[in-house]
């Protein structure tokens, strides 16, 4: 017997991404900041919550929308950003600095505030990298819907803080970048975007085949800088996908609150929360701070700093047209420090309740 081509995974698909492309598009219209990332965001956590409709994403299309973001971040890796990157790092520093106080600060208060145990409340306190915590997070007695919720609740702060944020310290026309992606298209040329859709293709294809839980948007990026920065290609990829990406990424979000009721999001969500606010204060003092010592502006370090996720925060800057390349190498050395150094304190944790 044939499979059907539309199934009921893929009907269920279909209509979460026009939830969340309905959602984006109410919130373009009314000018929010970030619209189609907090306006998808927004309508799929409402659905989860008051409507009989369980929004869900097919796997591979995040993984299509990760490989966009990290094809669209390496864009910015041109040789003039190649020559000022060896200025990152005293900031590449700052931010793991920051990223280790910014874990004990969580883990303490998850630990204060809330009646996780220490597997749970150390998975739960990572500044980032919900795919590889969460993957790794399944080998030990951790409570792994809690930590994807408190990963949850405290990116959606981070994503409604950063606009506002970035507003108030730099003065930037969130209106007008929403305005921008529309504006000023660079001409069609089919040998350069053809290259560029190849190379993010068998990126793509790569990356299914590694067991690295981020290697979606690293192996990408990885590709597109090598190729901007050399010069062979100088081509972006086209608004249209950006925004596709973002609607992916916001629905896919709000979706994993599906299965929660209100209380248990409250019990876990309010507390993530308000860490997520401290965390971004924090982030914002360290970037205020390092700013002097730098050739960054202080919105790129900000978002660079911000304990979210490379996805979530990479694709901000790229909306926000704000130091694509910057915010990207910063959240992929984050990345890398997590995957290092998580599974030996999680074994030394776990031998210490042994």
């Known amino acids: 017997?044939?499979?059907?081509?539309?199934?009921?995974?893929?009907?269920?698909?279909?209509l979460t991404l026009c939830l969340g492309g309905a959602g984006g598009f109410a919130f373009f219209m009314l000018n929010l900041p970030l619209p189609w990332i907090l306006g998808s965001l927004a309508a799929s956590t409402l659905a989860t919550q008051v409507s009989n409709f369980e929004p869900k994403l097919p796997a591979s299309w995040r993984s299509y929308a990760m490989a966009a973001i990290g094809t669209m971040l390496g864009t910015g890796f041109t040789p003039d950003v190649l020559r000022q990157?060896?200025?990152?790092?005293?900031?590449?520093?700052?931010?793991?600095?920051?990223?280790?106080?910014?874990?004990?600060?969580?883990?303490?208060?998850?630990?204060?505030?809330?009646?996780m145990n220490r597997g749970t409340a150390f998975?739960?306190?990572?500044?980032?990298?919900?795919?590889?915590?969460?993957?790794?997070?399944?080998?030990?007695?951790?409570?792994?819907?809690?930590?994807v919720l408190c990963h949850s609740a405290r990116i959606i702060v981070l994503l409604?803080?950063?606009?506002?944020?970035?507003?108030l310290i730099s003065g930037i026309?969130?209106?007008?970048?929403?305005?921008?992606?529309?504006?000023?298209?660079?001409e069609f040329d089919l040998l350069k975007q053809g290259l560029l859709a190849g190379a993010a293709i068998l990126s793509?294809?790569?990356?299914?085949?590694?067991?690295?839980?981020s290697a979606m948007l690293l192996i990408p990026l990885v590709t597109s800088a090598v190729l901007h920065a050399t010069g062979l290609v100088t081509v972006h990829v086209s608004p249209v996908f950006s925004i596709l990406a973002q609607i992916i990424i916001g629905s896919s979000v709000g979706a994993r609150f599906l299965g929660y009721t209100f209380r248990q999001i409250l019990r876990d969500g309010w507390l993530a929360a308000l860490v997520g606010g401290v965390l971004a204060i924090g982030s914002l003092v360290g970037a205020m701070l390092i700013t002097p010592f730098t050739q960054a502006?202080?919105?790129?370090?900000?978002?660079?700093?911000?304990?979210?996720?490379?996805?979530?925060?990479?694709?901000?800057?790229?909306?926000?047209?704000?130091?694509?390349?910057?915010?990207?190498?910063?959240?992929?050395?984050?990345?890398?420090?997590?995957?290092?150094?998580?599974p030996v304190f999680a074994r030394r944790l776990r031998d210490t309740k042994s």
């Open 1 to 14: 017997m044939s499979r059907p081509f539309v199934t009921p995974a893929l009907k269920r698909g279909t």
């Open 85 to 115: 990157s060896g200025s990152w790092a005293v900031s590449l520093l700052t931010m793991t600095i920051l990223s280790t106080l910014f874990f004990f600060i969580a883990y303490a208060a998850f630990r204060r505030w809330s009646d």
């Open 123 to 147: 998975f739960s306190a990572m500044p980032g990298g919900l795919s590889v915590v969460s993957l790794l997070a399944e080998d030990y007695d951790v409570q792994v819907n809690r930590v």
């Open 160 to 167: 409604v803080s950063a606009p506002i944020v970035i507003k």
């Open 173 to 186: 026309d969130l209106a007008d970048a929403n305005q921008a992606l529309f504006h000023g298209a660079e």
């Open 204 to 213: 793509w294809a790569l990356a299914k085949r590694v067991g690295f839980p």
């Open 297 to 342: 502006e202080t919105p790129a370090l900000f978002l660079s700093y911000l304990p979210g996720g490379a996805p979530e925060l990479g694709i901000v800057a790229l909306a926000l047209m704000i130091d694509p390349a910057m915010v990207a190498a910063h959240h992929v050395v984050r990345v890398f420090l997590i995957v290092g150094a998580l």
